[in-house]
């Protein structure tokens, strides 16, 4: 059966147009569904009754580059933003500044000026043409509330000290003045080593996730709830964490995971996050909140033929919050990211011998069974590895 065609279907006297923006397209989870998403969006042209105009941004990344390469060159246009003058960055850059920067000043009651047109020319100059680095650098400081000017000389007084420099460095110093600031100065040298201990266990399970998780969830796959609600309080800087319980944490840009995975860029071990170890720590809660949650019939149906469509999905959701939704389809994933070996009777055995069903019943109740037909192929695959490495 032919795929709906909604917009050729349109029936009007009068020609319609539109635009669509498509951001982030790099950031889609699966590479076929790139090049899909591309090459419908190249069919726009056909249309009759409809003038659709497309704006769609993204990183180079190798599924888009194709996905494009596939478009005769007459049917898209390119716009490389490494390509623009560096004058028109660095006006746009300042217009921001001054427009965010007014806004603290009056939310804080500072001098109508502040911070100057030099403190602005200033902080331009050092994000060196870095949207990023001028958004978080804003937040930064206006986060600081009572301290906001203590955090724009902070920032100020970093070493950034040639433009020259790599803009990455720029990026980097940016971070990691962010999180060295959210360790209070009066913590005691134990206070001290907990709290940056918690921040790199929940920092680090953020941006490894293959799926974003809301600060409640994150909290009770982790068995972690109230460390999650306070370590997130000191990080809205560099996290979107929304007011609503049910909303999904997210990275304000993805230039953060880069950073904290980063031995070389996040130079502070305080911080700096072991991208399998992370990878470690979410395959071990997968399989405990799994373990502690799964039971036979966990839908209680009590008859085992009935079928997915005839359950209500609120008592599906009930049954299996997101929590255990996530750790049912991912749980596989992190085990092979983290590359631990597998053996006899470890974790990955017993949990197999005394779940697998439970697991397998869960993915049919979230629409997830081929999920988990991969998954099992991977994790044979998986395990003839690891008994080669041991070997």
């Known amino acids: 059966m032919a795929p709906p065609r909604p917009l050729s279907a349109v029936e009007t006297g009068r020609s319609l147009s539109y635009i669509l923006v498509a951001d982030a397209l790099d950031e889609c989870d699966d590479e076929n ?58 006006h746009d850059i300042t217009l921001f500044f001054e427009y965010n920067l007014q806004l603290i000043a009056k939310e804080r009651r500072l ?61 980097d110093e940016i971070y990691t003045t962010v999180l060295k600031n959210s360790i209070h100065p009066n913590y ?32 009770k796959l982790l068995h972690a709830t109230e460390s999650v609600d306070q370590t997130l309080e000191d990080f809205h800087t560099i996290l979107n964490v929304p007011e609503g319980k049910v909303d999904p944490l997210r990275l304000h840009h993805p230039s953060f995971r ?19 170890q992370a990878h470690q720590i979410l395959v071990d809660n997968c399989i405990k909140l799994i373990a502690i949650s799964l039971t036979q019939d966990i839908c209680g149906v009590g008859t085992p033929g009935r079928l997915v469509t005839d359950i209500p999905r609120s008592q599906v959701e009930r049954s299996l919050p997101p929590e255990l939704q996530y750790a049912c389809v991912y749980w596989t994933q992190h085990l092979q990211k983290s ?19 439970h697991w397998l019943e869960a993915l049919g109740w979230i629409g997830k069974v081929p999920e988990g037909v991969h998954a099992i192929i991977s994790l044979e695959s998986f395990v003839s590895v690891s008994i080669l490495l041991a070997l």
């Open 33 to 90: 569904n790139i090049r899909i998403i591309v090459q419908l969006l190249a069919k726009a042209r056909s249309l009759e009754r409809v003038r659709l105009r497309v704006f769609l941004t993204s990183r180079p990344e190798v599924p888009v580059r194709y996905g494009f390469f596939q478009i005769p060159n007459a049917e898209h246009q390119d716009f490389v933003l490494h390509n623009i003058s560096p004058s028109t960055v660095n």
């Open 111 to 171: 001098c109508a000026d502040w911070p100057g047109t030099e403190i602005i020319l200033q902080l331009v100059r050092r994000a060196y043409g870095l949207f990023i680095w001028a958004a978080t650098a804003s937040r930064f400081i206006h986060d600081g509330r009572w301290f906001a000017n203590k955090r724009l000389e902070t920032i100020l007084a970093s070493d950034s000290s040639s433009t020259t420099t790599a803009p990455e460095k720029h990026l």
């Open 188 to 219: 005691t040298d134990g206070e001290r080593k907990e709290y940056c201990e918690t921040s790199k266990y929940i920092l680090g399970s953020v941006v490894v996730l293959f799926s974003p998780l809301s600060a409640c969830s994150l909290g």
């Open 258 to 276: 880069d950073f904290l995975l980063n031995k070389d860029r996040c130079s502070d071990t305080n911080f700096w996050v072991d991208e399998k």
């Open 339 to 357: 590359c631990a070996q597998l053996n006899d009777n470890d974790q990955v055995h017993q949990f197999l011998q005394d779940h697998l069903l």
